[in-house]
């Protein structure tokens, strides 16, 4: 499931705030032995005011046993 991965991948996430309400988050990632070349996701967030503020939770089989009540 998902890409591929191997002992010698490396992640970089950058953070950077243009101004106050948005927040860009770029991730690199960097695999040579499962991609040729390495390859950048940029995500675009908005700080929504006056909304409700949403949990949100990763459940695998990694995480269960982390969870409250599990």
């Not at 002992?7 to 970089?12: G, I, K, N, R």
């Not at 948005?22 to 032995?33: F, G, N, R, S, Y």
């Not at 991609?35 to 949100?56: D, G, H, I, Y």
Request: glycine fraction near 4%; proline fraction near 6%; charged fraction near 30%.
């Amino acid at each position: 499931m998902g890409h591929p991965a191997t002992e010698s991948l490396h992640v970089t996430e950058r953070f950077r705030r243009p101004d106050y309400g948005h927040l860009e988050v770029q991730i690199t990632i960097d695999d040579p032995k499962a991609f040729t070349e390495s390859w950048s996701v940029t995500e675009r967030l908005e700080l929504l005011t006056n909304t409700e503020l949403l949990e949100s939770v990763c459940e695998n089989e990694q995480d269960v046993r982390h969870m409250p009540g599990k």
